[in-house]
């Protein structure tokens, strides 16, 4: 009895919450259902999202946008709690900004076709629910500085490409965020990030007219 007490205790202490659903359990549950009028947006996606509400508050509070990043995920994270984070917040649109950190490894080795797929999988689960999903190019990165020698600036551009064939052929809208932010490196501009990935005010300045555009135009 003390053995399987024991073992129990183990278990839990080892359980692991993996695509992070506590993060944002409570604020969900406290989060209004949007009004008949109201046009709900919710930005999926990892830190460079997460960090957006830090870095320019007044664009979230400004808006009926949800932000709904965490930091240092991958695709089959986002996939996972895209349900309970995207879904039943019934927003009319998604913005999905997925891949940079499944292509530095963060949860294991990923192909550039799986994490397309697992994209494809929010897309898929958007339409599904009447959301309007904007698929994101993923943001330029010479290279990661948690783990260097990677080739990002070869490997984004690559996933990108297929990103974008994967929204024309779901017919949904792709947002190219790396073509005007971009350097002679595929990198990220020095005014425009503080570490080659993770943005200045003035990065996600440049993102806030672009997705603006995009988001106006879905709604048409």
């Known amino acids: 009895m003390a053995f399987l007490f024991g073992l129990l205790n183990s278990f839990k202490s080892t359980a692991q919450d993996w695509p992070n659903l506590e993060k944002y359990k409570k604020a969900n549950s406290e989060l209004s259902a949007p009004a008949p ?4 947006v919710v930005f999926m996606g990892n830190s460079i999202t997460e960090g ?10 400004d808006h009926p946008f949800v932000d709904r990043g965490i930091g240092g995920q991958t695709t089959p994270q986002m996939l996972l709690r895209f349900r309970q984070d995207v879904i039943n917040l019934k927003p ?13 490894g963060n949860t294991g080795p990923m192909t550039l076709e799986e994490i397309r797929d697992n994209i494809l999988g929010m897309v898929e689960l958007a339409k599904a629910n009447g959301i309007h999903p904007i698929v994101c190019s993923v943001l330029p990165a010479y290279d990661y500085p948690w783990r260097p020698g990677l080739q990002p600036n070869i490997k984004i551009p690559k996933l990108n490409t297929m ?4 929204a024309k052929e779901q017919e949904v809208m792709y947002l190219d965020y ?20 993770h943005l200045t005010k003035a990065g996600y300045s440049v993102m806030e007219k672009l997705v603006l555009k995009a988001i106006d135009e879905v709604l048409e």
């Open 37 to 40: 009028d109201e046009n709900r």
């Open 52 to 61: 957006w509400i830090g870095a320019h508050p007044e664009f979230f509070k």
């Open 92 to 104: 009319k649109v998604v913005v999905i900004l997925a891949g940079t950190n499944d292509i530095a």
């Open 163 to 166: 990103l974008k064939t994967m």
């Open 178 to 197: 790396f073509a005007a932010m971009a350097d002679k490196r595929n990198g990220l501009p020095k005014a425009l990030t503080t570490d080659e990935v």
